[in-house]
C-alpha cells in the first residue's frame, strides 16, 4: 500500500477518533461536533441571511453532493443547495470540496454526510451573499475537520499554549490591516498565509481576514493578451510590473474555492494564464535546467514557481500541469546533485551570489545559496511531493536539511561586538542563519555579506522551521534526526511576542507563515515517518 493511502486513511480514523473523544455524536440530534459551521453576521441585515460556505473533504468522505446535508443546532435539516467545488482527482476521484449555501441566522449548523438530502434550494453565485465587498454572513469550520480534510495538507490544530500558535496571533494584531498601499506586502502570498491560519485554528477573523485580502488580490490580475512579456497576461497589476511572476499566486485560489466557495474572482482562462506565465517566466525568462554555473537562479523563484504550478494541478488536474511539476523537480534534484560548477553535490541548490544579486560583473563571487529563499524550494517539494509521491523528493529534503545543519546556521562564536546580527528579540540563544551560506567559501567572505546584507536576518528563522522539520520527517539516521530535532527546539526563541510585534516590514507576516505552519505536524511524527514508517500515521492526530 502507497504511503499516501495509508495517510489517508490515518487521517479518516484519527478524526473519528477525535470525534468520539468529544462525545461528538448525539442520538437525538445527528449532529457532529466537529462538523459544526458556526455563522456570524459580517455585513448583512437582520436573521435570514445568505450562507455561503466552504467545507473541505479527505479523499473518501464524499461523492455525491447529494449525500451532505446541513442540519440546526437540533438535527433538523435545513434546506440548502450544495455544489461540487474541487475534486481528488489525483487520488481517487471522491469530492474534495464543496460549497453548501442556505439562508440562516447567526449561530451553530451543522453538516452532515452519507445520507440523502430531502430539502434543496437553488444554487446562487457567490456574489448574492456580498455586502459592498464583504460577505453578509461568515460560516466557520472546526480546526479539527478542516486539518483533517488535507485541504492544505496534512496539519495539526493549533492549541491555545502552542507557542507558534501564540506567535501568528501576535503578528496578525499589526498584519491584520489589509496593505493595499504597500504591494510588497503581498509578497510570499498574503491570502494564502491567512487562510492557512484559519486551517489551523478555525478563527473567523483569519478567514475574514483572508476572504477580504484574496478578492482584492484576484482583482489586480491581468485577464487579458498573452502570458508572456512584455504583455503578460496573468500578471498582478497593483505593483506596476505584472510581468513580475513573484507576485502571481494560484494557490490562494484553490484554498478560496475550498474554504469559502468563492469561485467568482477567477476562470479557467485566468488560471492558464497565472499557470502559463510562470511556465514562460515573465520578466526573468523562461525557468530551465541550471546548466551554467553564471546562469541566473534565485530558491524564490524556484520555489514559488513549483508551488503554483502544483496549485495549478490540484485546482485544474490538467495533465500539462503535472508535466511541468516533475520538469521543475526535476531541475531542482539535477542542480543539487550534478551542479555544473563542480564542486559537488553539498545538498544546495548552489548558485551565484553575483547573479543572484543581479551583479554579474561583481568581483570575489561567492558560490553558495540563501538559507531563507530555499525555504520556498522546500515548500514546493512538500507540496509536489503530496501530490506527486515523487521518489526523488524526500532525499532532497533530508539532503537540504544536512546542508542547513552544517552550513547554514551562523556559529554562536562569531557572534560577538560588533558583529552579532541578531535582533536582541529572540535573547541570547537566538538562532540565525547566514544571509548567503556556503560550503566553500571563506568565513570572511559570508561575514562581508553578512554586514552589508544580512543585519537581522534572524527575521527570517521562523519559516526556517519547515526545512528543518521537512529534513526530520524524511530523516533515518537517529544521530542526524536528533540533531534537527535540537535545532527546531532552539528555533522556538523567535516565536517570542517582541520578535513578533516587529511590523517594519509588512511581508513579514506572509514569509514567516505561509509555509511554516506544517512544521508544527511534522515535528509530532516519528523521525523518517514520512519515508519508512507511514503506517505511523494511522494513530497520530489529525
Known amino acids: 500500500m502507497k504511503t ?66 446541513i442540519l440546526d443546532s437540533h438535527g433538523k435539516e ?69 486539518t483533517a480534510s488535507l485541504i492544505a495538507g496534512p496539519q495539526s490544530v493549533a492549541t ?48 475574514e481576514a483572508a476572504e477580504e485580502s484574496y478578492r482584492w488580490y484576484m482583482a489586480g490580475i491581468k485577464r487579458d493578451g498573452p502570458a508572456v512579456s512584455p504583455i503578460c497576461g496573468g500578471g498582478w497589476l497593483p505593483d506596476g510590473k505584472p510581468c513580475d511572476v513573484k507576485y502571481v499566486y494560484i494557490e490562494p485560489i484553490l484554498l478560496a474555492v475550498a474554504l469559502t466557495g468563492d469561485d467568482s474572482m477567477h476562470d479557467a482562462s485566468t488560471v492558464a494564464k497565472m499557470a502559463d506565465l510562470w511556465n514562460s517566466g515573465g520578466w526573468n525568462g523562461a525557468p530551465g535546467p541550471y546548466r551554467h554555473p553564471d546562469d541566473y537562479f534565485t530558491e524564490r523563484l524556484a520555489g514559488l514557481g513549483l508551488i503554483e504550478t502544483v496549485a495549478a494541478f490540484e485546482l485544474t488536474g490538467d495533465k500539462s500541469y503535472r508535466e511541468r511539476i516533475e520538469a521543475r523537480v526535476g531541475w531542482l534534484s539535477d542542480q543539487q546533485r550534478a551542479n555544473p560548477d563542480g564542486l559537488g553535490d553539498d545538498g544546495s541548490w548552489r548558485n551565484s551570489w553575483n547573479m543572484h544579486e543581479n551583479d554579474p560583473g561583481g568581483a570575489d563571487d561567492v558560490r553558495g545559496a540563501s538559507p531563507w529563499m530555499s525555504e520556498n524550494i522546500v515548500d514546493g517539494l512538500w507540496h509536489a511531493w503530496l501530490v506527486t509521491d515523487d521518489a526523488r523528493i524526500p532525499p532532497m529534503i533530508t539532503a537540504f536539511g544536512a546542508y542547513l545543519e552544517r552550513y547554514g546556521w551562523i556559529d554562536p562564536s562569531l557572534l560577538v561586538h560588533p ?35 544580512g543585519w537581522y536576518s534572524d527575521g527570517h528563522t521562523v519559516e526556517l522551521g519547515l526545512p528543518v522539520a521537512a529534513a526530520y520527517y524524511f530523516e533515518k539516521d537517529p544521530a542526524k534526526a536528533a540533531a534537527l ?50 503506517s505511523n500515521l494511522l494513530g497520530s492526530a489529525p
Not at 506567535?167 to 498574503?190: E, N
Not at 538562532?431 to 559570508?446: E, G, N, V
Not at 511554516?516 to 514520512?530: D, I, L, R, T
Request: with cysteine; glycine share 8%; hydrophobic share 40%.
Open 160 to 207: 491555545r499554549d502552542e507557542p507558534y500558535a501564540r506567535y501568528v496571533d501576535a503578528q496578525f494584531k499589526w498584519a491584520a490591516a489589509m496593505p493595499v498601499k504597500d504591494t510588497t506586502a503581498w509578497l510570499f502570498d498574503r491570502p494564502s498565509t491567512l487562510f492557512k491560519a484559519y486551517v489551523r485554528t478555525g478563527r473567523a477573523d483569519y478567514l
Open 485 to 534: 530535532k535540537k535545532r527546531f527546539a532552539a528555533l522556538s526563541s523567535s516565536y517570542s511576542e517582541s520578535c513578533a510585534s516587529i511590523s517594519d516590514t509588512l511581508r513579514r507576516f506572509n514569509w514567516n507563515n505561509r509555509g511554516a505552519g506544517v512544521a508544527q505536524w511534522m515535528m509530532k511524527q516519528p523521525p523518517g515517518s514520512g519515508l519508512t514508517h507511514p
Open 419 to 453: 558583529h552579532d546580527w541578531r535582533n536582541e528579540c529572540s535573547g541570547a540563544g537566538g538562532q540565525i542563519a547566514w544571509y548567503w551560506s556556503s560550503s566553500h567559501a571563506k568565513t570572511d567572505a559570508l561575514m562581508k555579506i553578512q554586514e552589508s546584507e
Open 78 to 146: 435545513v434546506p440548502a443547495a450544495i455544489t461540487r467545488m474541487l475534486t481528488w482527482h489525483f487520488r481517487d476521484g471522491s469530492l474534495r470540496a464543496v460549497r453548501a449555501e442556505f439562508m440562516a441566522a447567526p449561530g451553530a449548523y451543522y453538516f452532515a454526510l452519507g445520507q440523502p438530502r430531502t430539502a434543496d434550494l437553488p444554487a446562487w453565485p457567490y456574489s448574492r451573499g456580498m455586502v459592498k465587498d464583504r460577505p453578509a454572513a461568515l460560516g466557520t469550520l472546526t480546526p479539527e475537520w478542516l
Open 4 to 69: 499516501h493511502s495509508l495517510f489517508v486513511i490515518g487521517c479518516l480514523l484519527a478524526l473519528a477518533a477525535s470525534l468520539a473523544s468529544q462525545g461528538a455524536r448525539s442520538a437525538e440530534a445527528g449532529v457532529v461536533a466537529a462538523q459544526r459551521i458556526n455563522v456570524q453576521r459580517i455585513a448583512g441585515q437582520g436573521d435570514n441571511l445568505p450562507v455561503s460556505v466552504g467545507i473541505p473533504l479527505p479523499p473518501g468522505a464524499l461523492r455525491d453532493t447529494g449525500q451532505l446535508r
